[in-house]
């Protein structure tokens, strides 16, 4: 039996019928894990426990018990987001072995409704990245090629639904760390509006930034999943109390007459020909759906790149000032209190989570503050106004996802102002705090997939959802799996 592009809802249906155990469904991904990841590397932790809840779920399934809906599908969780039993380490020194002792609100709903947790996945450490170099443990490459970066900072679960080492897989989205890995992999990532799903027990990077969402081999398993976690937590602060929605009903409902925006900034120097070319093939598509496709105006795009890096590195150096070897995680022996602090920091954080809490700590210090961060904070307010503005005329806008296809391993990891410009066309998304999916469009000719880019404001999941799902049943190009 061909389990490899089957969705989570078919799975679901190859169970109930008792055509497939949870036994053998799970058995049959972790075989795939230890015969490929070592590879592809995107894995840090693998939880063979999932066997023995499997029995258990079968021995309930023959009996007759009733069970959770989606009882016994494996998902894996990108390693910042905390699990009971499971380290969570957000792929940095100092957070090795951790054990956290809750799981994080989206786990917990993932748990409720059956799913097994198979594994941790690697990262960029804290979320700051986007090649998913600079992890401490190691680094993750992308199936398609395997010279090549996954994208960042959730690069391991992009690197791992592509693979089919895992049916679906959780990521975060500060800047585009879902949707940017998921457009190099060739899968499905689905960034929801800031608040729709809970932070809680997610390791903050950014707070007024950070998402959780799901990575999947399909717009319907983006629908379904979202629609699982998708709701309100009493536990977050930032927790929007808006209704929940069946996402996966939602996607049969017409597409003609939906006003799709093109803006003009995303399609300037810088972009790669291969993608602008699978883009404007995707655009043509789309026009046959029955949309209608207008130019519009992002006029304040440009300074995306540089409010994101002052905003997101002040809120880090915040969040990370609580990991000083006091508490938990890593601390490393020295004279004094201070010496202590100063020596735990220095081993346990990596460059890149070093330089971005140096940034932060210096746009947030006495005399600066006006001239870099409340600056930034004016700016960001623009950029919102655009895309308001936008949507008044629109009901999704199209752009592509990344400027280029994987780059190579170690290409730019010297050289960070070329890493940062790799999120030029996610970044303002979570400046503005929509909602964008990234879906696969094609490939370049070095056979690297391309991503298409759908953005939609406010609590507009349905939207983007529904014209990603359309677009998916006309084409294939989710379907394609690299060869290992």
């Known amino acids: 039996m061909d389990l490899l592009n089957k969705s989570i809802t078919e799975l679901k249906a190859l169970l109930d019928k008792g ?15 230890k015969a490929l990841d070592e590879k592809v590397e995107s894995f840090l932790y693998i939880n063979e426990n999932v066997l023995e ?6 021995e309930k399934r023959k009996n007759g018990e009733s069970l959770p809906e989606f009882a016994g599908i494996p998902i894996a969780i990108k390693d910042n987001m905390v699990t009971k039993g499971m380290p969570t380490t957000c792929a940095s020194k100092i957070l090795e072995n951790f054990d956290s002792p809750y799981d994080a ?15 941790k996945l690697n990262m960029d450490e804290f979320a700051m990245g986007s090649s998913c170099e600079n992890s401490f443990y190691k680094k993750t490459k992308n199936p398609w090629d395997l010279e090549r970066v996954p994208g960042g900072s959730s690069g391991g679960s992009a690197a791992s639904v592509a693979a089919r080492l895992v049916p679906a897989s959780l990521g975060s989205d500060t800047g585009g760390s879902i949707r940017q890995p998921a457009s190099l992999c060739g899968v499905c990532g ?12 997610l390791v903050a990077f950014a707070s007024s930034l950070d998402q959780i969402g799901p990575i999947t081999t399909s717009a319907e398993d983006a629908a379904l999943l979202l629609s699982v976690f998708g709701k309100h937590d ?10 929940e929605k069946d996402y996966v009903s939602a996607l049969t409902e017409d597409v003609k007459g939906m006003k799709v925006g093109i803006p003009k900034e ?17 655009i043509d598509v789309i026009k046959g759906l029955g949309c209608e496709i207008k130019e519009i105006s992002l006029p304040h795009t440009e300074y995306g790149i540089a409010v994101y890096y002052i905003i997101a590195t002040a809120e880090a150096s915040s969040n990370l000032a609580r990991y000083d070897g ?48 409340l600056k930034a904070q004016k700016v960001r307010t623009l950029i919102k106004n655009d895309f308001l503005n936008a949507f008044k005329e629109v009901d999704v806008i199209l752009t592509p996802t990344s400027p280029t296809t994987a780059f190579k ?6 050289d960070p102002l070329q890493m940062y410009l790799s999120d030029i066309f996610t970044i303002s998304l979570n400046l503005f705090g929509g909602c964008g999916i990234s879906i696969p469009c094609g490939f370049d000719s070095n056979n690297l997939p391309v991503g298409l880019q759908l953005m939609g404001s406010y609590f507009e999941e349905e939207k983007i959802l529904r014209l990603a799902y359309k677009y998916q049943e006309v084409t294939d190009f989710h379907k394609k799996i690299p060869q290992l």
Do not use: C, W
Not at 190 to 201: A, E, I, W
Not at 266 to 282: N, S, Y
């Open 234 to 243: 009493e536990h977050d602060s930032t927790s929007a109390d808006y209704p």
């Open 409 to 414: 391993l170690g290409e730019k990891s010297g």
């Open 53 to 58: 809840e499997a029995k258990l779920i079968d």
């Open 105 to 119: 609100t989206v786990v917990n709903m993932l748990k409720e409704k059956g799913f097994f947790i198979i594994g």
């Open 326 to 373: 006091v508490r938990y995680g890593f601390r490393a022996e020295a004279d004094g209190l201070i010496g202590m602090y100063e020596k735990t920091r220095s081993i346990g954080f990596g460059d890149e989570v070093k330089r971005r809490i140096m940034l932060g700590t210096y746009v947030l210090s006495a005399g600066y503050y006006d001239a870099y961060y």
């Open 19 to 33: 055509e497939i155990t949870a036994y053998e469904l799970n058995k049959f991904y972790l075989d795939r894990i």
């Open 266 to 282: 995303f399609f300037g120097e810088g972009l790669q020909e291969d993608v602008k070319k699978r883009v404007e093939e995707a």
């Open 190 to 201: 689905l960034k929801p509006t800031y608040g729709r799903v809970s932070r809680y027990g």
